[in-house]
């Protein structure tokens, strides 16, 4: 065939780039089991966590101490009774009491009416009501101490009808064990992290191990194609399947969980391609050294599942970790990453509040393409 | 003869071991130049260097007039390659394998459409344009897969082993395609296990333990040999191989 010097070359390039991106698109869109995997998986579990989110909770175990023993302590207690959410426990008194009592699990609220209790609220117009939850499990904690906080504030609403002064009882909220409640606003970054991680990494790495193990790889090295094309057309559908599979997230924890980005989505979209980027240099890397697809998608599974979930800090703290484990987080990107989406989708916080995550980010990611692209084999060994 | 491919001395070596040791030969446009060798022999390592898939490590060769140290991508350009792995697409139809090739050695494309008109026909494929690769059977697997190694009219075309698996019917119809390429002016470089094949080359290298110990037409080399047989002669040289299969 002849090739004239004169032919636009940016053209020809142009059309084989082109050429093998329609083909990728092809082969991922004619494979619809894994295509309905891969955008079913973070619905099914928006979805589900939503169901578990809603669940009722009746006849939690609390306990009731009170110090003051008045009339305003005692229709409040009848009151918090009467409710169907609560199995009272009377019997307990005292801190000592009260945390092993939490420690054994025994109950999973405290709710302590201090002395003078009554006297405080009718002398002062204001009174302070101790609420103690169990927190390790945040969903139940949460959904316990607003039943409570709305008995409280339907109490003195009662009280505001009767008397002639301004009556408020104010519950002082404690949560135990953990604090920041970790739980709905953490899963939807964790999914986030997770989905992306897995369409990338392992849909990367399983991509251009396929054409090794077809043998189609020899022909494409064989040929003028130049090896970053069959990069960049590998990781296009991958990356429009990662930022569809994003908004889908996004739509479904607005409207599902109610959870809304309150921050810039725009810095949100632009922090999330640049973890896209890193997971797909990552499958980039473990293409490379797998064989088989099976390697590939063990690789994946083994090496960044396991450690996206464990070390992310959204199942399990990492500051509670032993200084290794934490030593070790850091290098997962994931971690960053997670921390960059709750910042701006929970918190609402600008790019001022996450520069350092998008740098590390960033620098994560340059230097995985730089290392996967320097071993991509322009020539089979 | 106008010769397309010439090596001179052409050695690789991995390390301390020498997979191809000194090649020296030239094959003619238009030529169908046999390959053989048993497995170990060296004969992929020296397709590959030939392809550019692999540096040598010393001596000379030119393909298509072009160095194989420098030139790799215009080498690229005008040969074709068909490895002994069945290398088409599964998940795509018949045209769409067509375009992919025809597109990643740049074909413009009228000039595919136009390619894959002429390639169904000469296979008679026309009524199979839109069907997945996977639904074929294997021989017009084979046969699609030679046709889209030529699709971008290469001067040389390398083939790894093509007729692996396939029943002799359809190897006989796979020679057909390729004595039409090579009447058309393609240089044919084939590497074969079947001895049968080997008969229907112009020419034949034997390759032994990583160097060419014999290079002639089939019928000067059963002469030399004193064979009735292709099987023969390569049974006489390779018997004595060092090098067990890889």
């Not at chain 1, 709305?150 to 008397?163: C, F």
């Not at chain 1, 590998?234 to 409207?255: E, Q």
């Not at chain 2, 045209?95 to 990643?104: D, K, L």
Request: proline fraction near 4%; aromatic fraction near 10%; include cysteine.
């Amino acid at each position: 065939m002849n090739w004239p010097e004169t032919r636009n070359v940016k053209e020809t390039n142009m059309r084989q780039l082109f050429t093998f991106i329609r083909k990728e698109f092809l082969q991922v869109l004619r494979d619809r089991k894994t295509l309905l995997m891969l955008f079913g998986l973070p619905i099914a579990q928006i979805v589900l966590f939503g169901f578990a989110l809603s669940n009722e909770i009746k006849d939690s175990r609390i306990a009731l101490v009170d110090y003051s023993k008045d009339a305003i302590t005692t229709r409040l207690i009848g009151k918090i009774e009467a409710s169907h959410y609560f199995d009272i426990r009377r019997s307990l008194a005292g801190a000592e009491q009260l945390n092993a009592a939490f420690k054994r699990g025994d109950i999973r609220m405290a709710v302590i009416f201090p002395q003078n209790f009554g006297d405080d609220l009718i002398h002062t117009g204001k009174a302070t009501l101790q609420v103690i939850a169990d927190a390790s499990d945040p969903n139940q904690a949460t959904t316990i101490t607003n039943y409570l906080e709305s008995i409280v504030t339907d109490y003195n609403a009662e009280l505001a009808k009767d008397a002639q002064q301004s009556l408020q009882i104010q519950p002082e909220v404690q949560m135990l064990y953990n604090p920041e409640l970790r739980g709905a606003p953490n899963f939807v970054p964790g999914v986030m992290a997770l989905v992306l991680m897995l369409v990338c990494t392992m849909m990367t790495s399983v991509a251009i191990v396929r054409e090794k193990e077809l043998g189609t790889m020899e022909i494409l090295l064989v040929s003028p194609f130049k090896p970053i094309y069959i990069i960049i057309a590998k990781l296009a559908p991958n990356l429009l399947i990662s930022i569809v599979n994003l908004f889908i997230i996004l739509v479904l924890s607005d409207v599902f969980l109610d959870l809304p980005v309150k921050g810039s989505v725009f810095l949100l979209v632009g922090c999330s391609i640049l973890f896209i980027l890193t997971c797909l240099s990552i499958g980039l890397l473990l293409s490379i050294n797998a064989k088989t697809q099976q390697a590939a998608m063990m690789g994946s599974l083994m090496g960044m599942m396991l450690p996206t979930m464990l070390l992310t800090g959204f199942l399990f703290p990492i500051e509670n970790m032993p200084v290794a484990l934490q030593v070790l987080a850091n290098l997962v990107p994931s971690r960053w990453y997670f921390i960059i989406i709750k910042q701006v989708m929970m918190k609402g916080l600008g790019f001022a509040s996450v520069w350092k995550e998008t740098l590390i980010l960033a620098g994560m990611c340059t230097l995985l393409f730089t290392i996967s692209l320097r071993n991509f084999k322009i020539r089979l060994q | 003869m106008d010769a397309v491919i010439t090596t001179d001395k052409l050695t690789k070596k991995f390390g301390a071991f020498v997979a191809a040791s000194e090649l020296t030969f030239e094959v003619g446009k238009g030529e169908i130049f046999g390959f053989l060798g048993a497995n170990g022999a060296g004969k992929t390592t020296a397709m590959r260097m030939l392809c550019g898939l692999l540096t040598p490590s010393s001596g000379k060769a030119t393909i298509a007039g072009f160095d194989v140290y420098t030139q790799t991508e215009k080498i690229k350009k005008n040969i074709g390659y068909m490895s002994q792995k069945f290398s088409l697409y599964d998940d795509l139809t018949v045209s769409e394998n067509i375009r992919f090739y025809g597109g990643i050695y740049g074909m413009s494309r009228p000039a595919i459409k136009k390619k894959t008109g002429l390639l169904l026909e000469e296979l008679q494929l026309q009524s199979e344009t839109n069907t997945l690769v996977r639904e074929l059977p294997l021989g017009w697997k084979q046969k699609l897969s030679f046709s889209v190694s030529i699709v971008h009219d290469p001067e040389i075309v390398f083939l790894d082993e093509p007729t692996g698996g396939v029943d002799p019917v359809t190897r006989r119809q796979f020679w057909d395609l390729i004595y039409a390429a090579a009447d058309s002016g393609v240089t044919i470089f084939v590497t074969t296990h079947y001895m049968d094949e080997a008969e229907y080359c112009n020419r034949v290298s034997i390759m032994v333990d990583g160097v060419i110990a014999a290079l002639d037409t089939p019928a000067g080399l059963k002469q030399k040999y004193g064979s009735a047989s292709m099987e023969d002669v390569f049974y006489e040289l390779a018997r004595n191989a060092k090098r067990k299969g890889d």
